[in-house]
């Protein structure tokens, strides 16, 4: 929020404090053969710093579209966008990114491993770009390893893993680096039940304890119950 002189500036700075998300007038449009697509359109979502927010909506309403947007993936919208204090509409893509690997921690559908690194390596990744001193990675990566039970994999190649193995490597790499904003797409889409609960109380604990703003995907209203808000999506558009 900008401080226009209007209101106290304590009040002002607390509630720039708060709020980490704010999207205005969003929209992500594919130019199509038949004319222009809005996969959104016009999005207005604000998250505060501590929300655990679930993204609800059938197959092609932009759940997806959404998630990449508010993890800097994706550049091709327009509108405005702020994330922690940041404009994101004025920075270019370096600034993006160099924001991305501070603050954000992302969990994929399809995992995003890298195929050529083992476990052990994959994991490393996000601790070199914040600049974690090599001396100090061994240690952090172990805990990971031993926090998802993935001890014996840890010089495994992703193919070497089951579906639900490399989600589990997914998820342990979305939060080594102990980002700010966790953003999960159906985190829990190729685990058992059991795994997806543990993840799902896991996801709880950072928010609970640590205070991690947590954006999920989800088609499960269990996983769903386990956050704060619901925002639901059709075509594009958030229901109201
Ligand atoms: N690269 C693309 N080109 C054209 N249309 C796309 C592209 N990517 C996604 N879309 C369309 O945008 C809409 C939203 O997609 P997505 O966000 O993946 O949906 P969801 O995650 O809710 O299932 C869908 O209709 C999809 O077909
Ligand atoms: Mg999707």
Known sequence: MAYNGSVP????????????????????VYPLKGGPFYALRNIDLSIKEG?????????????????????????????????AGAAVHQLDRKQRFALQKQHIGFVFQSYHLIDDLTVYENLEIPLSYRDVPKKNRESIVCDALDRFNIV????????????????????ARALVA????????????????DQGREIMELFRKLNNEDGVTIV??????????????????ADGLIIP
């Open 9 to 28: 500036l304590a009040r002002a700075l607390q509630q720039q404090a708060h709020s980490m998300i704010s999207l205005r007038k969003i929209n992500r």
């Open 216 to 233: 999920q995907v989800t088609h499960s209203d269990e996983n769903a119950g386990y956050g704060s808000r619901i925002v639901r999506l």
């Open 152 to 171: 014996g994999k840890r010089d495994l190649y992703p193919n070497q893993l089951s579906g639900g193995q490399q989600q589990l490597v997914g998820i």
């Open 178 to 193: 102990k980002p700010r904003l966790i953003l999960a797409d159906e985190p829990t889409g190729n685990l058992h039940s």
């Open 51 to 83: 929300d655990f927010l679930s993204i609800m909506g059938p197959s092609g309403s932009g759940k997806s579209t959404l998630l990449h947007i508010l993890g800097l993936h994706d550049n091709a919208w327009d509108g405005s966008y702020d994330f």
